[in-house]
């Protein structure tokens, strides 16, 4: 019997290699699903023999309301962002209708606006609108759903959204994790990105509370890399930690950081996991 076993774990392990794996993702979303996506994904994918293609369908600040007013009137509303190959193409004036049918999707994401996304109640009845309408145009129907649960702003941001939470950063972390989880459970989302806990794990590093560029747009290195590091793991089902790809702009400590805090993420989605590494100058030097 143990020898079945590993016999088919052998198997699994091999076809995982002579068949690397293809993915379609579509994003609908703003410029939160810009950081997470856009940027490092297809690069962490590529490094593991893997594929991606990736739409995003981005209006700046857009909450679900907006995308669900979108999808009814049919609207020629969006930015749509296609990277294939590496390679990112830009449309303007793009429909929902029109990118559902641009693939065969594997997944489709939804996100509410940071400013609203730890409000439970703001998620309704758009969400379930939005995911209907995806039913109904989308060109895969075994299409899983993914629910892109956010990070909280900096400590210091002074985005006005920011007082829905008392300006405070734990809170509105909290806020998100309690809402996506909630809305997840209700509607059949069959997946949730952990990205906002990733965020929070590496704010207890010696990055500290520096992961955002502006006070809520992730920075364009690790906080970009972080987030994308979720979306790897949770896709792909594969440890982040070793991976080989990395922006040039990053030092291997900041790479290591965000790798765990992903991994730490995707394990422990609704907690923060403390990322005690590079702590020491001979650290710094010597990782990777």
């Known amino acids: 019997m143990k020898r079945t076993i590993l016999l088919l774990l052998l198997l699994f392990f091999v076809a995982g290699i002579l068949y690397p794996r293809e993915i379609r993702l579509l994003t609908i979303g703003n410029s939160f699903s810009e950081d997470a996506v856009e940027h490092y994904l297809h690069g962490l994918v590529v490094a593991e023999g893997d594929t991606i293609v990736i739409g995003n369908m981005y209006i700046g600040g857009c909450s679900l309301e907006t995308h669900h007013n979108n999808a009814q009137n049919d609207a020629p509303a969006y930015s749509y962002r296609k990277i294939v190959d590496g390679v990112k193409c830009v449309t303007a004036n793009y429909r929902l209708s029109d990118a559902l049918a641009d693939e065969e999707w594997d997944y489709i994401s939804l996100q509410q606006v940071s400013s609203l996304s730890g409000i439970f109640e703001s998620y309704y009845p758009y969400v379930t609108s939005l995911m209907d309408y995806v039913k109904r145009y989308a060109r895969n129907d075994d299409v899983v759903f993914i629910l892109h ?5 900096a400590g210091d941001s002074n985005h006005p959204g920011f007082a829905n939470y008392n300006n405070d950063q734990l809170t509105m972390y909290r806020a998100i994790i309690e809402a996506t989880n909630r809305v997840a459970e209700q509607t059949g989302f069959r997946m949730i990105i952990p990205a906002g806990t990733a965020i929070q794990n590496g704010r207890t590093s010696t990055l500290g509370d520096t992961y955002c560029s502006d006070g809520y747009h992730l920075k364009h290195t690790y906080g970009r890399y972080t987030a994308s590091c979720a ?9 982040v930690v070793g991976n080989s790809y990395r922006p040039e702009s990053m030092s291997s400590c900041q790479a290591l950081i965000a790798q765990l805090s992903a991994h730490y993420a995707v394990r422990k989605p609704y907690e923060i996991t403390p990322v005690e590494v590079c702590d020491s100058p001979l650290l710094k030097s010597s990782i990777f």
């Open 149 to 153: 649960a956010t990070w909280a702003y």
């Open 231 to 239: 979306w790897y793991e949770m896709l792909f089902d594969k440890s």
